[in-house]
């Protein structure tokens, strides 16, 4: 778990250093990425916000992931790659990454945003596409088509399986990739039931972390739910699976926003 201060407490060059890192990539001009991530109640001037960017951005994910699934599919008829898209590029998988990637700390917004921890998941949302619009705009449609391929290739691979519950495995590891150098290991803490209904207990460890564990219907869900609860705890949320909720009948996954 990180123990370096809040980006509240840096400048913002070592703010956006910061963010850097955690994105993977390094910016040639640094004001795109601060436009990149200030909301509108954190500008001055409405065309000074992200605003522009998000909107772009969505366009460069869409082209993207709509290349991916043509290339990937081939045998997909036009509908099914449609609902395909929408699952993958949605608000609620958009938020999820960011999310993930923790990008609520870098951002910029206006005060009556800054004393409220939940930032609303459709701005987590729009901060995402800006940045994949400020990474295009700065190098080019390589580097973007990389970041979003990173991050949305697993929700392709997710979606095209019909995981609903989101791939957040991939997103703690990209995650710990990042920050640690290292991957998320799994832990299986016990096992209840008969042999044709078992439920698990799996928790997600990082280095010497080991994070808060779930109950499952099975092994791969388990794990699921323990790197959703690592990402939570890592981003200091309230963890939305409690390691000791009911095995006979273990929670539903919670509902995305947007």
């Known amino acids: 778990m990180s123990h370096l201060p809040p980006a509240a407490d840096l400048n913002d060059d070592t703010r956006l250093e910061r963010c850097q890192q955690r994105l993977g990539y390094q910016f040639q001009d640094s004001q795109l990425l601060e436009a990149a991530l200030t909301h509108a109640s954190g500008a001055d001037h409405r065309l000074s916000s992200n605003e522009r960017l998000e909107f772009l951005g969505d366009?460069?994910?869409?082209?993207?992931?709509?290349?991916?699934?043509?290339?990937?599919?081939?045998?997909?008829?036009?509908?099914?790659?449609?609902?395909?898209?929408?699952?993958?590029?949605?608000r609620q998988t958009c938020a999820k990454i960011s999310q993930a990637l923790g990008l609520r700390e870098f951002l910029v917004l206006g005060k009556g945003m800054t004393t409220n921890p939940a930032v609303p998941p459709s701005v987590l949302s729009d901060v995402l596409e800006s940045l994949i619009a400020a990474i295009y705009?700065?190098?080019?449609?390589?580097?973007?088509?990389?970041?979003?391929?990173?991050?949305?290739?697993?929700?392709?691979?997710?979606?095209?399986?019909?995981?609903?519950?989101?791939?957040?495995?991939?997103?703690?590891?990209?995650?710990?990739?990042?920050?640690?150098?290292?991957?998320?290991?799994?832990?299986?803490?016990?096992?209840?039931?008969?042999?044709?209904?078992k439920c698990f207990k799996m928790s997600a460890q990082i280095g010497r972390e080991r994070y808060a564990p779930a109950w499952g219907r099975s092994k791969k869900e388990s794990e699921q739910r323990a790197a959703h609860n690592a990402i939570c705890e890592l981003r200091g949320d309230p963890v939305p699976y409690p390691s000791e909720a009911t095995v006979e009948a273990p929670q539903a996954e919670p509902g995305g926003a947007g």
């Open 137 to 197: 705009l700065d190098g080019g449609m390589p580097p973007a088509r990389e970041f979003v391929l990173a991050y949305f290739g697993p929700e392709i691979e997710a979606a095209a399986a019909g995981d609903s519950g989101g791939n957040y495995k991939s997103l703690l590891q990209q995650f710990a990739q990042r920050e640690h150098g290292v991957t998320p290991t799994y832990h299986l803490l016990d096992e209840k039931g008969p042999d044709h209904s």
């Open 59 to 90: 366009a460069i994910l869409g082209l993207v992931v709509c290349e991916q699934l043509f290339t990937q599919f081939p045998d997909q008829l036009e509908g099914d790659l449609t609902k395909l898209k929408s699952v993958v590029v949605s």
